[in-house]
Each structure stands twice: as C-alpha cells, then as structure tokens.
C-alpha cells in the first residue's frame, strides 16, 4: 500500500485560508468515508483533527474543516493562525483493518 | 484524562530485539483496537501494526510482517510490539494509538535507533 500523496508545503498568511489535499486511489482515499487529518508540532505526538471525511473531535477549532471528491481529501484551514504552523498528515482506511497515512505537509503561517 | 505512555526503546544492533510497551490508563483499554505508528527522523508517519479488543485478530505493514508481533494484556492495561530481526530502516519513534479506522489519542513515543 503506498502513501497517500500530500504536497510538501502551504502557507499563508495570518487570516487567510490554506487548503492541503491528499491524493489517493479508489482502493483507499476513494473506496471508503474513512479519511482523517493528524497535526503535528515539530517533537510533539500527533493529534487527530479530522475524522471520517469531516468531521471534528471535540475541542478542535471549527476553522478546521475537511472534504473530499472522489480520490482526493482535503483540509482547509480557514483563517490560519500562528499555532496553525505545523505538520498535517492525512490517513485513509485501506480495507482489512489496515490503514495509510499521507507524505506529509508542512504549513507555514507568513 | 486518556493517557498512553511508551517505553522500551533504545539503541539495538542490526538483526536484535526489542520489546515496547504502551501502558493505558484514562478509558476501557480492552473495548478498544490499538496501533503501532512510527516514524522515522525527519520522516512522515507509517502505520506499523494492530490489534483488537481481545488480541485475536493482528495485522501488520508488509516490512514488518513475520518480523515484528502486536500484542496486549487487557489484564494489565497494556500494548506491546515484539520486533525482532531489526534493521536499519526500523529506526524510528513509535507511537501507540487507539483506535481503528482514526486515532483519537496518542503516546508521546519511543525512540528506537539501530546503529552497529
């Protein structure tokens, strides 16, 4: 199973919106309402802000929000903040349990 | 409050074992599937393992199969990842997660370093 293609980096300024898509296959990203986004700040573990699609635990800014159109999710942050700047990852069930993250994107806030 | 803490890393040699833990606490450790996610320095995340509620059913990434055993001890509130035959390309930070088709909570990892 490969990962789920994410690009490198996005930025924006203070206020602006930034969208990161993750691009995957119908087998995964495409075949199931499963997608989740992860942040992560630079030595911190990971934290869930988006699950299945688009929806967001309790807690997390509703200026986070998710979708997707066939194989392709996306995540956008709707006027960014400085505590916005950090790693986002996606991930997509795969079937038989098991599941795949995204490569990875770095958001940086101008 | 969930809690999910990992031990057990360190520096192995090529070919050794190692054994990582993930103690549980704050929520109903045996009602839910648990994974093994890590990641290598400078590198994005890749899920390793998991396994459900009563251990019977474990699946695995394809590098690790038949190298690497996820298990529990529901009794103990624990997780466990047996890695045997290391490699280079183990090194990572792995995380414990709970959860199966999302992660709700994580670990805050353990580093395990292969050098010879």
């Known amino acids: 199973q490969s990962a789920l293609t994410q690009p490198p980096s996005a930025s924006g300024s203070p206020g602006q919106s930034v969208t990161i898509s993750c691009t995957g296959t119908?087998?995964?990203?495409?075949?199931?309402?499963?997608v989740s986004w992860y942040q992560q700040h630079p030595g911190k573990a990971p934290k869930l802000i988006i699950y299945e699609v688009r929806k967001r635990p309790s807690g997390v800014p509703d200026r986070f929000s998710g979708s997707k159109s066939g194989n392709t999710a996306s995540l956008t942050v709707s006027g960014v903040q400085a505590e916005d700047e950090a790693d986002y990852y996606c991930?997509?069930?795969?079937?038989?349990?098991?599941?795949?993250f995204g490569t990875g994107t770095k958001v940086t806030v101008l | 409050e969930v809690q999910l803490v990992e031990s057990g890393g360190g520096l192995v040699q090529p070919g050794g074992s190692l054994r990582l833990s993930c103690a549980a606490s704050?929520?109903?450790?045996?009602?839910?599937?648990m994974n093994w996610v890590r990641q290598a320095p400078g590198k994005g995340l890749e899920w390793v393992a998991n396994?459900?509620?009563?251990?019977?059913?474990?699946y695995y990434v394809d590098s690790v199969r038949g190298r690497f055993t996820i298990s529990r001890d529901n009794a103990k509130n624990s997780l466990y990842l047996q890695m045997n035959s290391l490699r280079a390309e183990d090194t990572a930070v792995y995380y414990c997660?709970?959860?199966?088709?999302?992660?709700?909570?994580w670990g805050q990892g353990t580093l395990v370093t292969l050098s010879s």
């Open positions: 119908s087998s995964d990203v495409g075949g199931y309402n499963y």
């Open positions: 991930s997509s069930y795969v079937g038989s349990y098991k599941y795949v």
């Open positions: 704050g929520f109903t450790f045996s009602s839910d599937w």
């Open positions: 396994i459900n509620q009563d251990g019977s059913e474990t």
């Open positions: 997660a709970r959860g199966l088709r999302w992660s709700d909570y």
